[in-house]
């Protein structure tokens, strides 16, 4: 084995050995020609040297270019953009969003209403206080601990506040505050969430009511409004139910999931107990009091925040606010989208059907169906503000192209099976059939190209054919058959009957 080998290694040797050789003279050449170089350089004039560097540098940054490009080639063109952090909306940028979308018909009257709200809130000085949480969690209560004296509806039930109510407090420093008590979260039907969260968002101070550890909605709801920045405080209300190595546990498993930067202040919000008297002939007698409230560590903590510099609680104020107006601009955008979305599908369904039924020879058809294809994209692509090359489209149209082959057949005995349900239909014609498939055909991948732009910012190739995949065989039958009765009728409207049409 050994001997047989030996050759082997020895023309590996000889190898080796020329390749090391063949290297030290590549590294002499290349030193030789660097000092050959570098002595020119040193007899040329000042403005050579510029020149040269100027040449060197440019040739460089070219080549990294080049190779950045090789190296992401075949990457959707919006990745590098949606995976950089975004940056906070300002008002200019929103209002100059608002202009231009309403321009296109969306409607921003909404979000329009949340700017002028801002203002109004600048012009009036006021700091809000938005006390916030989930129902039965002791908010009305808390206020009420917060001003005594104020006639505020508190049911055991829960849900008693169904709006923002308003109440104006002053601070032992002698701050004066807008209290917001809003409606609780998870509700039956959750219809008071979104309103409770948008005016949690505009408030200067946040505190959010908790009676313990926090669930996984808490946690989320909760999570939302310290990561725009808003100032938060916890009240972590009815502390009497717990001993006092248990709320320490709990105080930090809130500062743990929350951050360190949110304070967590344990408060009783008063109520009523039950007390239970003794008396010494044996008798016992149960009577309901006023359970005295324990709001100070709140009192402390929110003081803390007013102590800050007004401007800075402004401008973290603002920031949610239009954060919060970019959301919902964005909702109006998506929803406008998505409509608009559909109307260019089922426009261009309508047009690949007509236009196979009125092919004039065999073979164009699939030019039309081709020309429709390329601006089904490209109508899309305008609609999402997506850049679209046409190479780059030619070539999704001749992958999707592969897709549709490996189901025409199945495509075609469906559609088949569904005209000869009509009745005086007789023999059909390849026509008619081809029609009805190009029209699912073009449903299909006008949803997915739909799809994949408007969750993935780009047509990317492999996602967005999966989608057309699937959505071919999506309610099939009952979409052949709504195809089917569009073609029959146009047929019939045109007098060509039902035994006419192309192959």
Not at 5 to 19: D, K
Not at 139 to 160: C, E, H, M, Q
Request: aromatic residues 6%; contains cysteine.
């Amino acid at each position: 084995m050994s001997r047989g080998w030996l050759p082997f290694r020895l023309l590996l040797g000889v190898g080796a050995s020329i390749g090391v050789a063949v290297l030290l003279v590549l590294v002499l050449y290349i030193t030789d020609l660097g000092l050959s170089v570098w002595e020119r350089l040193q007899r040329a004039p000042t403005t050579f040297w510029v020149i040269y560097l100027l040449i060197l540098g440019v040739l460089s940054a070219g080549g990294a270019y080049g190779v950045w490009r090789v190296l992401n080639w075949g990457q959707p063109a919006g990745r590098s953009r949606r995976l950089a952090p975004a940056k906070p909306p300002d008002e200019a940028s929103l209002r100059e969003q608002i202009e231009r979308r309403e321009a296109a018909g969306i409607q921003v009257d909404s979000i329009r209403d949340e700017l002028e709200e801002l203002q109004r809130r600048r012009a009036a000085g006021e700091i809000i206080v938005a006390v916030f949480g989930e129902i039965s969690t002791g908010k009305s209560s808390l206020i009420r601990a917060l001003l005594p004296g104020t006639d505020i509806a508190v049911d055991v039930r829960g849900g008693t506040t169904r709006e923002v109510t308003y109440y104006t407090w002053s601070s032992s420093a002698g701050d004066r505050l807008i209290l917001a008590d809003l409606p609780g979260l998870n509700e039956a039907d959750g219809s008071l969430d979104r309103q409770a969260r948008d005016e949690a968002l505009r408030a200067h101070v946040i505190i959010y009511v908790c009676e313990g550890d926090l669930t996984r909605d808490q946690y989320e709801a909760l999570r939302t409004l310290v990561d725009l920045g808003s100032p938060v405080i916890v009240a972590l209300n009815k502390i009497d139910r717990y001993a006092e190595a248990e709320l320490v546990q709990i105080r930090q498993r809130l500062a743990e999931r929350v951050g360190e930067q949110v304070e967590v202040a344990p408060v009783q919000s008063g109520g009523v107990e039950e007390v239970t008297r003794i008396y010494h002939d044996g008798r016992e007698e149960t009577t309901l009091r006023e359970r005295p409230p324990q709001v100070e560590d709140l009192r402390r903590a929110l003081q803390r925040y007013l102590d800050t510099d007004p401007q800075v609680l402004d401008a973290l104020r603002d920031t949610a606010v239009f954060v919060l107006a970019q959301q919902k601009l964005d909702v109006a955008v998506a929803a406008y989208r998505q409509g608009k979305a559909g109307d260019i599908v089922q426009s261009y369904s309508r047009k690949a059907v007509f236009g196979a039924l009125a092919a004039v020879s065999p073979g164009t058809d699939i030019l039309i169906q081709g020309y429709l294809g390329i601006n089904l994209i490209k109508d899309l692509c305008a609609l999402y503000e997506v850049p679209a090359r046409e190479m780059d489209m030619q070539r999704f149209l001749n992958l999707a192209g592969g897709q549709v082959r490996r189901n025409v057949n199945l495509l075609l005995a469906l559609v088949g099976n569904i005209f000869k349900a009509f009745p005086g239909m007789g023999t059909v014609v390849g026509g008619m059939i081809h029609a009805v498939v190009y029209g699912l055909v073009f449903e299909s991948l006008g949803k997915a190209i739909a799809r994949s732009l408007e969750t993935r910012g780009d047509l990317v190739n492999g996602p967005t054919l999966r989608m057309f995949e699937d959505n071919l065989s999506e309610d099939l039958e009952a979409r052949a058959k709504r195809l089917a009765q569009m073609v029959w009728n146009r047929q019939r409207e045109s007098g060509d009957g039902a035994g006419t049409g192309t192959g």
